[in-house]
């Protein structure tokens, strides 16, 4: 199992999913601007070199995250975590990955990507006996421009637009665009945040089910663009490829909204274990 979760590691740092790169060569297409097209070759070239050589697209390999959906009946349930810990150190020698764990008295760095609450382990338990894996290395220049927001009800979805807008703008060219936003409106101030961050797992392209928030996802999208921040915040009519925004019920008197920025190094992988041990790797 262990050598599994390397695997979908290395899946995730090495190549950026079709949907992304589709999205990018789109980007690329539509723009005007000669600066922004340079950028934009750049990044659709090392994403080419990523997967040719089968080295990480970003010399940033992130921190890493893993969500877990864990079938209750799974006989690997009492394994995991224990695998996804020696998985990421092994990954960090083998693939290898840059060591980003940093004691936050000390300074020190761990030099495996392990060491206290890292990785980020996020668990759902479930009916069945599979278990489910998402990996999603997180770059920290754009995590940096991660936000949350405690809106008053009152400023309701108007209020969302204006503080996503004025976050990305306010960020410019310091998250690498083009962005993929992920946006958690509800819940309480911790859960926006987890919602945010799992919305990066989304296609991009893939709207929310729900009609009323695939709207505000296009417009946001909209606005977002029309900043004119471009690729590498060099100028360009495609500053974010896409918003996604998940929700839950919220306090009567609170609104809140977490926003987690993702690069154009939008990774992920994941990974199935069935009962019998055999696994499934796919982006
Ligand atoms: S923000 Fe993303 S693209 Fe930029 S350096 Fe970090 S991981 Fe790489």
Known sequence: MIGAIVEAIRLAVTRIPDDVVSALKK???????????????NILRAIEIGKAEAIPVCQDTGTLTFFVKAGLDSPFLGEIERAIVEATRLATKEIPL???AVDVLTGKNSGDNTGRGVPVIHWELTEGDEIEIAVLPKGGGSENCSALAMLTPGEGWEGVKRFVVERVKACGGRPCPPVV????VGGGADYSLLLAKKALLRRVGERNPDERIAEIEGELLEEINALGIGP??????????????????????SFPVGLIVQCWAN???FLRIKPDGRVDIWQ
């Open 27 to 41: 980007a690329y297409e539509r723009e005007e601007n000669g600066v922004a097209r340079f950028n934009l070759e």
């Open 98 to 100: 840059r060591p980003n």
């Open 181 to 184: 936003l992920g946006i958690g």
């Open 232 to 253: 590498m915040g060099m100028g360009g009519r495609t500053t974010a490829l896409d918003v996604k925004i998940e929700v839950a019920h919220r306090h009567p008197a």
């Open 267 to 269: 990774r992920r992988a």
